[in-house]
């Protein structure tokens, strides 16, 4: 990822200093794909500071969490008032806001950017989402939206996010709503393979008819080359592959952030779940053998089927942003941030693993309404919703019918229903909260806020917790 992103850099006219902390790794560089470039190699981290002009603006690709904080200290010493310090790895933004807080107190600049592309990304252009000290914006500017991808348009996929920990947490938020994209387009390949008994040949056919409409995006374009891609014998490659999916914690730190926030991102807990439940690989295979219910094949219209898949995926990746959405804005208000909603999609419109054509209707949207609270509630997505929901029905209960697990369609379709209830059974929960815990309850026919206890049994009393919020 360094390795390219220093290519992407030096190709733009930029001249590079590197370092890495295996000297033979430098030297290997130079002697291969920097051979004849604008590269200035370094051994030492002293000769590496001295090879730079100030302020100094150093960008660390390293693995999130202690090597970070302990390449600060490395650095610091070498390091003048003003020098720009900038991470570009996956770190926890509540780590950036700290180490921003540390390095501005040590008299330097800290940011902390997201990078969204992955190794080709790196080398062709990312998308970046800086975010940390605003005095270092005007310095690293040039730079970040000279190496990004840019949208078909010409625009730059990179912009300001804001102070200190926004940048990763819209990375973060970025790297959530992707475990969704993914886990959907999973349950639509499940329920092709083993609901419809449709082959690799077919589905590839199908994701490559799905990409060139409104689901155009990378990841549909990723699945139509996997499920076409075959080994030396002829073997499709997607049929070696054991179900068991790993992670790297950013789709964990994101729900993390959702419950700290009171959010309902409901998709992206179930897509993180789903990949949970995949690596029970041994105890599935057991429980497979156990647990036998009597499921019937299907028997309806393929083709009308797969039609009803395409809008199914097409509505609950809109549920998935927007849920997406929601969590950036309780950020924003809980940190003080000012967060571009609109800029954020046209950061993530290309370069980015979650880049879409899609995400050009969520910039129209915040320009429509800057202050639009929930991408449901804009009429081009709400239309969208409406004509979408009978195909998305359909799917869930074909799914369940079939015994095929659909946990991020269906929940994307709960929070729907959720959303859109102008009453829901929380009265009754309520109820329940105040019996056995006093923990209060608003009336319908009384002002928000005004609070009430029952003494349900005759033997509680009008003491309360007054523990009523999240």
Known sequence: MGENLALNMESKGFSVAVYNRTASKVREFMAGR?????????????????????????VMLVKAGKAVDELIDQLAPYLAPGDILIDGGNSLYTDTVRRTKYVEGLGFLYVGSGVSGGEEGALLGPSLMPGGSPAAWPHIKPIFQAICAR????????????????????????NGIEYGDMQLICEIYDLMKRGLGLGNAQMHAVFGDWNKGVLDSYLIEITRDILGYRDEDGTPVIDLILDAAGQKGTGKWTVGAALDDGMPLTLIGEAVFARCLSALKTERVAASKVIKPELPPFQGDVTAFVEDLRQALYAAKIISYAQGYQLLQAAARTHGWNLNFGGIALTWRGGCIIRSAFLSDIKKAFDRDPALGNLLLDPFFSDIIQTHQASWRRVIVAAVTLGIPVPCL????????????????????QAQRDYFGAHNYERVDRPRGEMFHTNWTGRGGTTTSQAYGV
């Open 34 to 58: 920097g051979a004849g470039k604008r590269f200035i190699a370094a051994e030492n981290l002293a000769a590496f500071a001295a090879s730079l002009s100030t302020p100094r603006k150093i």
């Open 151 to 174: 949208t078909p348009e010409g625009e730059a996929c990179c912009d300001w996010m804001g102070e200190d920990g926004a940048g990763h947490f819209v990375k973060m938020v970025h």
């Open 410 to 429: 269906s929940s994307a379709l709960a929070y729907l229903d959720g959303y859109r209830a102008d009453r829901l059974p929380a009265n009754l929960l």
